[in-house]
C-alpha cells in the first residue's frame, strides 16, 4: 500500500513540475486526506504559498521551505528549480516507510548542517524489513547535487514502483506505523485528520492548481 500511495504522489509531481511548476514546501502536514476511502481523489497537495513557476533547474533563488524538508541548495543560497520538491520527497518517503525523520536535531542550525551534507542512515531497527528498492528509491532522492537526484518521472520508472504486490507484502512496516503515531501524538503531526487516516496515507491526484505567475 506504501508503494501505491507513493505511485500517485510521484505522478501528480510529475504533472506539475512538467508544468515547470515547484511548490517549494513539500512536508507531511500539506498532504491532507479529504475522504476515508483513501483512494486517489482523496488525497491532496495542498498550501500552494510558496508554488514559484520554475522553468529551469536554476530558475529560483528565494530561502523557504520547512525545516528538515529543505533542499540542501536551497539551505546554500543556491539558484534551483523543482529538483528541490524531490529532495522533500525523499524526507516524506524515509518518515512514512521507517517512522522517522532522516534528520535530527536539537537545533535549527545543526538541522541545516546535517541535510547539507545529506548525513543520514537506514538504522536496524526500523529497516531491516523494508525492501531494498525502497530504499534504493529515498537514495535516489536524497541526493545533495540535485543535478543527480531522481525526477518524479525517473522514479515512477524503478524497479521499486513497478513491483509485484506480492513480493512487497512480504515488508512489514509496524515498527514504523507505531513510530508515526508516537510522533503524530507528541507533535499533533496530523490536525485536519485522525492519525489512524494519516498513516494509511499518500495517494494522491492534484485537483486544483491556481497560482499567481510572479518572479522570484
Known sequence: EARDVCIVLFDTLSYIHSKGIAHRDLKPGNILLKHEDRDSDSIKIVDFGFAKVAPDDHSLITLCGSPGYCAPEILRRNFYGTKADMWSM????????????????????????????????????????????????????LVTNP????????????????????????????????????????????????????????????????????CC
Not at 113 to 133: E, I, M, P, T
Not at 159 to 184: D, I
Request: include cysteine.
Open 90 to 141: 525523499g524526507v516524506i518517503m524515509f518518515f512514512l516507510i521507517g517512522g522517522h525523520r532522516p534528520f535530527e536535531a536539537y537545533n535549527e542550525q545543526e538541522l541545516h548542517r546535517l541535510c547539507k551534507a545529506g548525513s543520514y542512515s537506514f538504522d536496524s531497527q526500523h529497516w531491516d524489513n523494508v525492501s531494498n528498492g525502497a530504499k534504493d528509491t529515498i537514495r535516489s532522492l
Open 147 to 214: 543535478g543527480q537526484r531522481a525526477s518524479a518521472k525517473e522514479v515512477l520508472t524503478q524497479p521499486w514502483m513497478v513491483e509485484e504486490k506480492e513480493t512487497l507484502m512480504n515488508s512489514s512496516l509496524h515498527k514504523s506505523q507505531k513510530e508515526l503515531r508516537r510522533f503524530a501524538s507528541l507533535s499533533k503531526f496530523v490536525e485536519a485528520e485522525t492519525v489512524s487516516h494519516y498513516c494509511c496515507f499518500i495517494s494522491c491526484h492534484l485537483i486544483t492548481l491556481h497560482i499567481t505567475h510572479r
